[in-house]
């Protein structure tokens, strides 16, 4: 076995295959017959090329020429463990024409999911190349029957974390593999040659996210790949990067829910992907497409140097969202999870307390877009992660982002994303167990109010603060009521906000339809950013009908608990009494307090 595998590799050796500058010669689809022995290239593991055995068994030749395909069988070192694997997509077939010269027939393009995965379908390069390096926008879908791309690369994303990504993902009916990151620091920018493994990217940097595949055709600065679809969303403005491959990792018995896969990192950005049809993706080498930065500073309050991360995300809003909104929700997302978890030492608190101010900044406008706001979590354990305070500031962020890129009144350029966290393990909460006040007030007089609070530490304190009494109140006994804030709670689970990050739908997150136009100026995006500050204070009200709350710590309990009266002690979740007249800087003002007054004339 050894012998006939180094005999067929050093045959392989010596298949002469056009340079990677030089536009190769063709084979048109015509003079592709059954019988014939080519040359396939695709990298297997790090970046050299690799060349595999190819017959060609048949061409199937369906009711339209965009459809014929070429039944392939592959062998050889580089493909006899694994097969045709996820990622393989876009490798090359060189075959010899009547005069022996190689050329160029097709790319690999679909897995049959057969067992061990060495039979497929390539593109035929007529088609590949029928991929117009700057289309039209919009294209017709055609759905291929098992596309190579693989599943969606994403490096710098570790541990826990990866794994709710994963699953997650696995909810929205993708399939996300985490890669080890760093690997641009390891290999040099490579020359993307036929064979080569490139990343359509939608990101770089501290998380690189990307789908893998390979090199199908090279004329001067123009690149070809994967021999089928992406998302068949007509023109695009991603990433096109290098890739670095790991190695192909095997399917499990064959299975078709689990193909085989390259384990490959997105690298380096090197141009443009600005196609992307039914038979193919197409670039240009150089120039990157527009970009939007994200950077991210967590640090806990004891004042720790800030963990900051800093991605690129490649913007294609000035295009109109070829596909519902776009990665910078999950990149945001994934970097302020990954940030916070650094910045709380890899801890999972039962409770936790976190601040969070985020800046969005647009071309079209001089000053950004921003919020700030406060988190408090009173449990939130979630596979091994702070689940319920990364789902609210992922949510948060998500929103935000979703609110500009709706903007429907011309392009927008978001060129920055911003956010800085602080994050502790410390739960600073209390809660109100009696309140003083003067007993005759008179309507539109400003009086001074002290509550007496314990802390969930045991400690006890009083909070002074002035409250306006409604001018319109009439003579009488009233009942003067303040309502604090109790814990948050998201309205959907960490894996839930991460899978809705991963479909990025901007119309949907808003509720917006056609008949909706959404905010008609950019002042008016901004105040919409700006309206998602959570007031997380004390509200006062008189005569108010609430619920008696005899439990100071009843807010503590779980965000699934059923108590009486525990959703208006959680901010957020139940109704809202009172207006708000008083928010505490340094803790979080909990519980609920009442007391009788007289109302003078």
């Known amino acids: ?42 990298v297997v593991r790090g970046t050299s090329i690799s060349r595999f055995r190819v017959d060609v068994v048949d061409v199937v030749a369906a009711g339209l020429v965009e459809d014929a395909r070429i039944l392939v069988r592959v062998s050889g070192p580089a493909v006899d463990r694994s097969g045709i694997a996820a990622g393989f997509s876009g490798s090359p077939i060189y075959c010899p024409d009547a005069k022996g010269v190689q050329r160029n027939a097709g790319a690999i393009s679909e897995g049959l999911g057969e067992y061990g995965d060495h039979e497929g379908l390539a593109t035929p390069i007529e088609q590949v190349l029928g991929q117009r390096v ?12 098992r596309p190579l791309t693989g599943p969606l690369s994403v490096s710098g994303v570790t541990g826990p974390l990866a794994g709710v990504l994963k699953d997650a993902a696995r909810r929205a009916g993708r399939t996300v593999i985490a890669v080890p990151g760093g690997a641009t620091r390891s290999f040099p920018v490579q020359d993307l040659r036929p064979g080569a493994s490139f990343s359509a990217g939608f990101s770089s940097g501290a998380i690189a996210y990307g789908a893998i595949g390979t090199v199908s055709y090279r004329r001067g600065d123009q690149v070809w790949g994967f021999g089928h679809e992406l998302d068949a969303a007509g023109r695009r403005g991603l990433l096109l990067q290098d890739a670095f491959v790991y190695d192909v990792i095997d399917s499990p018995l064959g299975a078709v829910d689990a193909p085989s896969y390259k384990l490959a990192d997105p690298g380096h950005n090197v141009g443009t992907l600005t196609g992307d049809g039914g038979s193919g993706v197409a670039g240009r080498l150089g120039a990157l497409p527009d970009r939007t930065a994200v950077r991210v500073a967590a640090r806990d309050p004891a004042g720790a140097p800030a963990r900051s991360l800093e991605s690129t995300v490649a913007d294609e809003g000035p295009l109109g969202y070829p596909v519902d909104g776009s990665a910078l929700q999950l990149i945001t997302s994934l970097s302020l999870s990954r940030a916070t978890v650094a910045a709380l030492g890899g801890a999972v608190p039962t409770r936790a307390t976190a601040s969070m101010c985020l800046r969005i900044t647009v071309r079209e406008r001089n000053a950004p877009m921003r919020f700030c706001n406060r988190y408090l979590t009173g449990s939130g354990g979630f596979g091994g992660l702070p689940g319920l305070l990364l789902a609210d500031l992922s949510s948060d962020a998500q929103q935000a982002i979703a609110t500009v890129q709706a903007f429907r009144f011309g392009p927008l350029h978001i060129t920055g994303v911003e956010a800085s966290v602080r994050a502790g393990s410390r739960l600073r909460q209390t809660f109100m167990s009696s309140i003083r006040a003067p007993r005759r007030v008179r309507a539109g007089q400003r009086i001074r109010v002290v509550v007496r609070a314990r802390d969930v530490d045991g400690g006890t304190r009083r909070v002074g603060f002035r409250l306006t009494v409604p001018g ?16 948050d709670e998201p309205e959907s689970d960490f894996t839930a906000v991460l899978g809705h990050a991963l479909l990025g739908d901007t119309s949907t997150d808003l509720g917006l339809d056609s008949n909706d136009p959404g905010p008609r100026t950019l002042d008016d995006v901004a105040d919409e950013v700006s309206s998602l500050r959570r007031f997380d204070g004390v509200r006062a009200s008189f005569d108010m009908d609430v619920p008696d709350v005899t439990d100071p710590f009843a807010g503590l309990g779980s965000p699934d608990s059923s108590e009486p009266g525990l959703d208006v002690l959680a901010g957020g979740a139940g109704e809202i009494f009172g207006d708000p007249v008083f928010r505490s800087k340094r803790l979080r003002i909990s519980g609920q307090v009442s007391l009788e007054v007289r109302v003078k004339r």
């Open 1 to 42: 076995m050894g012998v006939r595998a180094t005999l067929l590799g050093l045959a392989l050796a010596l298949v002469c295959v056009p340079a990677a500058r030089a536009a190769a010669p063709i084979m048109p689809l015509s003079e592709v017959k059954p019988g014939m022995r080519c040359t396939g290239l695709s």
């Open 134 to 145: 700057k289309p039209p926008a919009g294209a017709r879908r055609v759905p291929a029957g």
């Open 472 to 487: 319109d109140l009439k003579p009488g006994i009233r009942t003067l009521t303040l309502t604090g804030t109790g814990t």
